[in-house]
């Protein structure tokens, strides 16, 4: 992305080119969830090495497919890149991202196109939601006589979540639908000149879809356990003109310890106010994994 700023999301997702189709990064411990690194963040160091190997910046990045093979943990990173097919106006690339001396990791493949003569329209609504400043952030202190605890580094200094619908892990409630919105922005929006968010840092905000299963399970079962990413699949759409994105995750299955959820990505400019737009649409399997 040209005129992409130093960013935090920049500096951890930029890559260094060794030979063809090999490249090496280093990610740092702001992004771990339990205890690795969000599949989204990873996700999106193998998107910018497939963007490299390919070169063509008309091609833009039209959708992706993650497989989480084998596990991935900050710090350096070995990556592969191949390019599957190379057209005038679409380019299919496949990337694996592993820990050195790892067998396997995050296998991505994803489409690039340039924009193409078709139709045009948006059949979903947006869920209502007053704007991010007037919605509770997840970083306010709990309310008097409810524990403290440490926030992870992911949410207190890269991404902040302002909740819009859905329950404080200390509030008494009757579970209902597996729903959730929330707005999500970054600490430092790696914004561009021409005033777009860089659209691999729309990976790292649909990939946190676990949360409207904790909503529908209720205050009994909304800790103890968490849910790693089997795959993950991201339509990318229109571009996004703001830093802050609202969020509505819904999770539509869950038995035989995995479950299926999606999360839609809106924009509705910096004050949460203009008129939305769809910037990008995910699905996700992820497994249960408990605590004890």
């Known amino acids: 992305m040209a005129g992409l700023p130093d960013t935090t999301f920049g500096r951890d997702t930029s890559v260094r080119r060794l030979g063809e189709g090999r490249y090496e990064a280093d990610l740092s411990d702001l992004w771990n969830l339990r205890?690795?690194?969000?599949?989204?963040?990873?996700?999106?160091?193998?998107?910018?090495?497939?963007?490299?190997?390919?070169?063509?910046?008309?091609?833009?990045?039209r959708g992706l497919h993650t497989s989480f093979v084998g596990q991935v943990a900050h710090?350096?990173?070995?990556?592969?890149?191949?390019?599957?097919?190379?057209?005038?106006?679409?380019?299919?690339?496949?990337?694996?991202v592993r820990t050195p001396g790892a067998g396997s990791g995050h296998v991505t493949t994803a489409a690039f196109g340039a924009p193409?003569?078709?139709f045009s329209f948006m059949d979903l609504e947006p869920?209502?939601?007053?704007?991010?400043?007037?919605?509770?952030s997840y970083r306010d202190p709990p309310p008097?006589?409810?524990?403290?605890f440490e926030p992870m580094p992911f949410w207190d200094r890269c991404v902040e979540g302002r909740?819009?619908?859905?329950?404080?892990p200390w509030e008494d409630y009757e579970p209902g639908r597996a729903e959730t919105v929330q707005w999500f922005g970054f600490d430092e929006p790696p914004l561009g000149d021409e005033g777009t968010l860089d659209p691999f840092a729309l990976v790292v905000l649909a990939d946190v879809m676990p949360g409207?299963?904790?909503?529908?399970?209720?205050?009994?079962?909304?800790?103890?356990?968490f849910g790693p990413?089997?795959?993950?699949?991201?339509?990318?759409?229109?571009?996004c003109r703001s830093g802050w994105l609202l969020a509505h995750n819904r999770a539509r299955f869950a038995g035989d310890g995995y479950a299926s959820a999606e999360m839609v990505l809106w924009d509705r400019g910096a004050s949460g106010t203009e008129p939305a737009r769809l910037v990008a649409y995910a699905t996700q399997v992820f497994l249960f994994t408990f605590l004890d």
């Open 229 to 239: 990413s089997v795959d993950l699949t991201v339509h990318l759409l229109e571009d």
């Open 127 to 136: 869920p209502d939601a007053p704007p991010p400043g007037d919605c509770r």
């Open 116 to 118: 193409r003569r078709g």
């Open 163 to 168: 909740g819009v619908l859905g329950h404080a």
């Open 35 to 61: 205890p690795l690194p969000q599949g989204g963040i990873v996700t999106a160091v193998t998107l910018r090495a497939m963007a490299e190997e390919l070169g063509d910046p008309d091609q833009r990045l």
């Open 212 to 225: 409207a299963v904790a909503e529908k399970m209720g205050p009994e079962h909304r800790s103890g356990w």
């Open 75 to 96: 710090g350096s990173l070995e990556l592969t890149v191949e390019t599957l097919r190379r057209g005038r106006s679409m380019s299919h690339v496949r990337g694996e």
């Open 144 to 148: 008097d006589g409810v524990p403290r």
